[in-house]
């Protein structure tokens, strides 16, 4: 039995008082898969398996980020180039009189690099405004990008980290510019297949209906735009929030960016990625309250250094790199441990069941452990 079994065992407790229906998780330790653990049903009536996809939701991000890195490898454009130079439309502003456009903000945006956004420090909101597209609508992706691209600025390019899913869905634009090729298509042969991650989708079709486990409490319930579950949804492949995947795949892919493992990325990439490139001003994820006075995320993936009480545990190294997502997902690695760990359910964090209890962090605290004592 692997040294971890134990610690996996905590997310029976979830399925059997019912915190979520359905749960997977992986342990990938010194170059392999150490460990895996399913429990519930992922629908009604079928049970979680290996290979079930869980909906990654904001866990897209550090894959999207990664094919944006190897655009900057292959010489396409630098981590500097301002996004105007890609997307040129990003520097024009719909109506200049607009309620929630700030002239002078608006007048800084030429400055706003591939960079700002990646580690979510350009000044763009979080989300795209309902007076500029509704998700209700159905509308297409591109139409989305495109309401994305006019959203005004709320604080200067480098002034304050604000997660923003806005400025990810333009950084994909403007890979597919620099490239000439669609962005799922790019993200598939740059990153997902030279990684082997066979199990990560990021627009499934019908062949994958009998795979993916259905979310709990997900937004715009009961209609054709539902969150996660619908076939809208699936077919939008949101580069911000819309693939889906398998805890193994996840904790593999995290792993790729520990020193010495195989990777389509430079080094100096992977580095870029995993450390803070924000320059540690404050700030963080405004929507759920996550405030830090001196935040720290890479491009793409979050940096936990010392942020207090963090989803990651307290046992954790500084150096670990993480991401979350609110359809129930969490993915992180300890790159001084050797140490990947990704964890998935099938309910939204709408209702914050894993920081309250906080059965995240004690989780992977335990998971930590496990890996110092038997390591």
């Not at 692997?2 to 979830?14: C, K, M, T, Y």
């Not at 429990?39 to 869980?54: E, I, K, S, Y």
Request: hydrophobic share 40%; with cysteine; proline share 8%.
């Amino acid at each position: 039995m692997s040294d971890f079994a134990g610690p996996l065992r905590a997310i029976d407790q979830w399925i059997a008082t019912s915190v979520v229906a359905g749960a997977s998780a992986a342990v990938w330790h010194r170059g392999a898969i150490a460990a895996t653990h399913v429990a519930g049903d992922a629908r009604p009536g079928v049970p979680v398996r290996d290979d079930t996809l869980f909906a990654l939701a904001s866990v897209s991000k550090p894959i999207t980020a990664a094919a944006v890195l190897t655009g900057v490898d292959d010489g396409h454009f630098t981590l500097d180039t301002p996004v105007v130079a890609l997307v040129p439309e990003f520097g024009e502003v719909d109506d200049p009189l607009a309620g929630d456009v700030l002239p002078q903000l608006e007048a800084l945006r030429d400055r706003i690099t591939i960079r700002h956004l990646l580690c979510h420090t350009s000044g763009l909101p979080e989300n795209v405004s309902a007076q500029r597209v509704r998700m209700r609508d159905l509308p297409p992706l591109d139409d989305i990008v495109d309401a994305m691209i006019v959203t005004p600025l709320t604080s200067e390019p480098g002034e304050v980290l604000r997660y923003s899913n806005v400025g990810v869905g333009i950084v994909a634009r403007a890979l597919e510019r620099a490239t000439g090729m669609p962005f799922h298509a790019y993200t598939g042969s740059r990153i997902l297949e030279p990684l082997g991650l066979t199990n990560v989708a990021t627009r499934p079709g019908n062949e994958f209906d009998d795979r993916i486990a259905l979310v709990d409490d997900p937004g715009n319930p009961g209609t054709d735009a539902e969150s996660y579950n619908s076939a809208y949804w699936r077919t939008l492949g949101l580069p911000w929030g819309g693939f889906f995947g398998t805890p193994v795949d996840l904790a593999r892919f995290a792993a790729s960016f520990v020193t010495g493992q195989e990777s389509p990325l430079t080094a100096g990439s992977r580095a870029e990625m995993t450390t803070d490139q924000t320059g540690g001003v404050p700030g963080g994820v405004h929507s759920a309250g996550l405030v830090w006075k001196q935040g720290a995320w890479g491009l793409g993936w979050e940096v936990a250094a010392d942020k207090p009480n963090h989803w990651t545990g307290s046992r954790r190294s500084p150096h670990t790199f993480c991401h979350w997502g609110q359809a129930g997902t969490l993915v992180w690695a300890d790159p001084t441990r050797d140490l990947a760990f990704a964890v998935f359910a099938n309910r939204s964090v709408h209702r914050p069941w894993p920081l309250k209890p906080p059965r995240w962090h004690d989780l992977s605290d335990a998971i930590v452990e496990t890996a110092d004592r038997f390591g």
